[in-house]
């Protein structure tokens, strides 16, 4: 059983930034890919990040390319998303995500077994 906990949520001004953290229990977390979703009320969940096992595949949705970094420290069972230049449209719950999605699934949220309760970040304009 794997349990997730995002973390570091607030209020932040446009072109600030933030990190999120997503503190995992089991050491299941080291097998799987992680992600990070977003979803503002009456919208879609949104893709924004993953990355693989080992941390080294990567990828971004295209409208956070170049501002936010995704990253995972084995040893702490954490995975983080450090999230610079915020814009107001970024404002939303963050959802941190963990399983093993098919290839073509990474992106999707059915792709993953197991969620956070989510993490709210507000960016002011």
């Known amino acids: 059983q794997v349990q997730l906990v995002e973390s570091g949520g607030g209020l932040v001004q446009a072109g600030g930034s933030l990190r999120l953290s997503c503190a995992a229990s089991?050491?299941?977390?080291?097998?799987?890919?992680m992600a990070w979703f977003r979803q503002a009320p009456g919208k879609e969940r949104e893709f924004v990040a993953t990355?693989?096992?080992?941390?080294?595949?990567?990828y971004y949705a295209d409208s956070v390319k170049g501002r936010f970094t995704i990253s995972r420290d084995k040893d702490k069972n954490t995975v983080y998303l450090q999230m610079n230049s915020l814009k107001p449209e970024d404002t939303a719950i963050y959802y941190c995500?963990?399983?093993?999605?098919?290839?073509?699934?990474?992106?999707?949220?059915?792709?993953?077994?197991?969620w956070g309760q989510g993490t709210q970040v507000t960016v002011s304009s």
């Open positions: 089991g050491r299941t977390f080291n097998t799987y890919n």
């Open positions: 990355v693989n096992w080992s941390g080294g595949s990567i």
């Open positions: 995500a963990g399983g093993q999605p098919r290839w073509d699934h990474l992106s999707r949220p059915d792709g993953y077994d197991y």
